[in-house]
């Protein structure tokens, strides 16, 4: 295999330790529905509606850890068929995400401790623009606009990754606090921790994948 720089491998890493808590909790969960023992919390939803949650869980969790080898330029630069075999499994997989957490909001009967009107709005909103992200990023690779591509891919990562940073942020509350939050607060936290990662997409397309794109341009310029 052609190498993979430093950089690189440290980028990766980071992605998959930071979806750690999330994938782990989630599987531990998808092991309770295919009768198993009880890992986590009694969940009366999804023991009452297991496959939606089930296939959320495993497509979430593909759709992220497989997601992050698609930000290693190396891997899309040298393997070239791969990038693209993985690509369509992490989009099949964030469409298959985003439908169930579609489902999962509208018809799971939530406590108000646990959704609020300002949460379900979120993730109703959400999960529909994931879902035009990726389909979006399909039309863009297909007429050749790299840049929207990536930027659509991005955006919609961000949003499959908000689990992460929710659960970063529910744990610096717990630690803080003592207690997990709920209600209103539970709510502002969870909209927090997706804005705060599409802020983080953002600064990345303007700072990395626009420069890189001006850069392509300026030397198939200079080479006419």
Not at 15 to 33: M, N, Q
Not at 122 to 131: G, N, P, Y
Not at 145 to 156: E, I, P, Q, T, Y
């Amino acid at each position: 295999m052609k190498s993979i720089s430093r950089r690189e491998w440290a980028l990766m890493a980071v992605i998959l330790v930071y979806s750690f808590v999330p994938s782990f909790g989630g599987l531990a969960r998808a092991v309770e529905l295919f009768g198993g023992p009880a890992l986590a919390p009694a969940n009366p939803r999804a023991l009452a509606a297991p496959v939606p949650v089930g296939l959320h869980i495993f497509s979430s969790v593909l759709f992220c850890l497989a997601g992050a080898l698609q930000f290693v330029e190396s891997l899309r630069s040298n393997y070239p068929a791969l990038h693209r075999v993985v690509g369509r499994a992490v989009a099949a997989a964030g469409c298959v995400s985003a439908l169930t957490g579609l489902w999962m909001t509208h018809f799971y009967a939530f406590p108000a401790e646990l959704q609020g009107p300002l949460l379900y709005w979120v993730r109703i909103a959400l999960s529909l623009s994931m879902l035009g992200l990726i389909a979006w990023a399909v039309v863009t690779i297909r007429s050749g606009d790299v840049v929207g591509h990536k930027s659509a891919m991005l955006r919609a990562y961000a949003i499959g990754q908000g689990a992460s940073t929710q659960s970063v942020l529910g744990i610096a509350w717990i630690v803080v606090v003592g207690s997990e939050p709920l209600g209103l607060v539970r709510d502002g936290m969870m909209v927090f921790a997706w804005g705060l990662n599409l802020l983080a997409a953002e600064l990345l397309i303007g700072r990395v994948f626009s420069t890189r794109e001006k850069r392509r341009r300026g030397v198939a310029w200079v080479q006419r």
